[in-house]
């Protein structure tokens, strides 16, 4: 398994988890409050002997099991609610926009080029630190559910129909997403990794990912006819090669990916190759085959080819 990211909602990196991480540590500090003065009075009522005086029992009756949670779940309800207008509110005109759909198990991500035009990638997010990105989530199967406990809320996929999200990550690292409703077999290895990087890095990144593939060495080159011969690209797609699949992770620069499988195995060769070869060990219930014919020299020369894609 990959060491995982930070994936707590308590340790926030985005103002959506810094509200929610408020919100549940004004409920843990009173909770703890109201617990101590409860078991107080409960410990008195047994310790003190005699009859208690009638008014002030009536008083405690009334006044703590009526006006007191009253009050409280009040003001619970009004600084929760309070709190809803800014995590709703979408992210501002020029934004950057990126459509995450679910599909079982893992993540078709496109990001809106302010050209107008697409670039699809796969299970890893890259976002610039201290920007608003609005995410609009679909599904192309089941329900799954969208979310990074470190930058904010989740959200539901439902097939056919389009939510959204605004985040707005304010601390620089990787983090983990998950996908928070049970989706079938493979459900708790539909992960995502998210980088949450500076202006420059991020830019970098991102002109980098809408090149098509730079050819690569005289061994991926051998790598790259496995792919082709093995029938990969009907399923993946990896722009600048003739591979145009479309219902499996696009590949263009998959070697630049942090890990493999939507969040399963760090990337690298040794992985890549088990990953290719014992696809169902790994995952069971994924969708793409395990290519056991290939021999261990072909596995490695493909390995070689995907790993050369950054
Ligand atoms: Cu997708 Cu659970």
Redesign the pocket.
Known sequence: MIPHPSQSALDPAGTGADSIASLFWVMVVGGILIWMIVVGLAIYAIMVPGRHDQKTTRLFVIGGGAVFPTIVLTALLTYGLAMLPELQRPAPEGSQVIEVA?V??WWRVVYRLPNGTKVETANELHLQVNEPVEFKLTSEDVI??FWIPALGGKVDMMPGRENRLKLVPNRVGTYRGV??????EA?TQ?AFDVIVESREDYDAWLSRLKKPVVQGSEAASEGRQIFEAAGCGACHAIRGTSADGVVGPELTHFGSRRSIGASVLPNNSDNLIRWIAETHQVKPGVEMPAFETLSPDELRALSLYLGDLK
Request: proline content about 0%.
């Open positions: 679910g079982r198990w799954h559910a996908c928070a409703e049970y989706c079938g459900h539909m």
